[in-house]
């Protein structure tokens, strides 16, 4: 298979973008070749069959310059080379601007879209495309029969307790960036106090609010992995460390880290909250679970993966102070061993519903057929 893949970021080492790169190299395993058009360029380190091309953003160029990049690339692959498929990751807007093309030269193309926001972009990039597809149903919000459901792609290898060993070779900028809260704190962890954690771009829509009030008088250690989102109100880091303070809490900002950081807190932590609502179905809990973190979750899209756990780790929604409160104390209450048997649950939910491979078998049957393959 010959496959042509949009993808807004290509760059193995962004905190948030960068599993991408790992989606592309676990693509690149089952295709001839793979061209990549991508908005954005930054740490490449790709196997030797994906070429990568960019609109130019890390150049800091203007959107009609952007514009005029990514139609002299695609129109020079498209008369270069036969592709057997286009996949629009993420990128609607790409797949609005290269759908008349790809259709004049029968180039079949699959938008992938996982977000709550309906935008003009999507509803022109859905139109142009032969399918779309998406993490769990409710991360596509136009509705469409075109529509397949192929899981999330987590690499659980990579997420994963530290006793598992991985067996793939991760990308090797997932390895850099470990956080070590003995050293990079001014004030190390307090030792041995149970450890919440939440890991979520700083962002009102993620309510870490809900998190503080919820997690105070627990005795617990809260810590909040992720930068402040663009866009964000410059005080709200500020509004969330004074709310810590009001309430006593031992509350510690991170920033964004690298992924190995992220998996690193998974593995060090004792409870992981996720307080995204429905639409925003937030592969950082899954990450979380699938490092057998006990996580808990407002989203009922999580349900399929949480199984029997359900009623204890599900809260009725991101402002559910009373709920949170209650699962997380009866959560530190448990012994260790009975938190330990809950995680590995989760990270069989995780891996039969939402891992790497199960995305990958998924996508490439989409690809081949534009149906799901019989499981």
């Known amino acids: 298979m010959r496959l042509l893949l949009f ?11 960068g599993f991408g790169s790992v989606w592309i190299r676990e693509l690149a395993g089952h295709c001839a070749a793979i061209d990549v058009v991508t908005m954005y360029r930054g740490t490449v ?3 030797s069959n994906v070429r990568v091309y960019s609109a130019g953003r890390e150049h800091g160029w ?8 990514f139609y002299r690339h695609l129109t020079r692959l498209l008369s270069a080379r036969r592709y057997d498929v286009c996949f629009a990751h993420m990128m609607p807007l790409f797949a609005a601007l290269a759908g008349p093309l790809l259709k004049a030269r029968g180039i079949p193309l699959v938008l992938w879209y996982a977000h709550r926001q309906e935008t003009r972009q999507l509803r022109l990039g859905a139109a142009m495309s032969w399918r779309a597809v998406t993490s769990v149903a409710t991360s596509f919000p136009v509705p469409t029969d075109k529509l397949r459901v192929v899981g999330q792609g987590i690499d659980t290898d990579f997420y994963s307790p530290a006793e598992i060993t991985p067996t793939l070779n991760p990308c090797p900028h997932q390895e850099g960036g470990t956080f070590d809260p003995a050293k990079d704190f001014d004030t190390p962890l307090p030792p041995g106090r149970p ?10 829509i993620k309510h870490q609010a809900t998190t503080i009030r919820a997690a105070a008088g627990s005795g617990a250690q809260l810590v909040f992995v992720g930068g402040v ?8 880091l500020r509004e969330l460390e004074a709310l810590c303070a009001e309430l006593g809490g031992g509350c510690r900002f991170t920033g964004d880290l690298a992924a190995a950081g992220v998996r ?8 992981a909250v996720n307080t995204s609502p429905v639409g925003l179905f937030d592969k950082s809990a899954l990450e979380s679970m699938a490092c057998a973190l006990p996580t808990v979750v407002c989203n009922p899209a999580f349900a399929p993966v949480l199984g029997e756990q359900r009623d204890l780790l599900m809260i009725d929604g991101p402002e559910d102070v009373t709920g949170l409160r209650e699962r997380l104390a009866h959560l530190l209450a448990l012994p260790e061993g009975e938190r330990a048997r809950i995680g590995r649950a989760l990270r069989q939910g995780v891996m039969r519903e939402h891992s790497l491979k199960t995305l990958i078998k998924r996508l490439l049957s989409v690809f081949e057929s534009g149906e799901l393959p019989a499981e």
Do not use: K
């Not at 450890?195 to 009102?204: F, G, H, S």
């Not at 989102?229 to 709200?236: M, N, S, V």
């Open 229 to 236: 989102q663009p866009g964000c109100p410059d005080d709200y």
């Open 62 to 69: 203007s959107r009609a310059r952007r514009l005029a990049a």
């Open 45 to 47: 380190d790709l196997p």
């Open 264 to 271: 690193d807190w998974n593995r060090r932590a004792t409870i």
């Open 7 to 17: 993808n807004l970021a290509t760059d193995a080492a962004d905190p948030v973008l």
């Open 195 to 204: 450890l919440i954690l939440q890991v979520a771009r700083l962002a009102a």
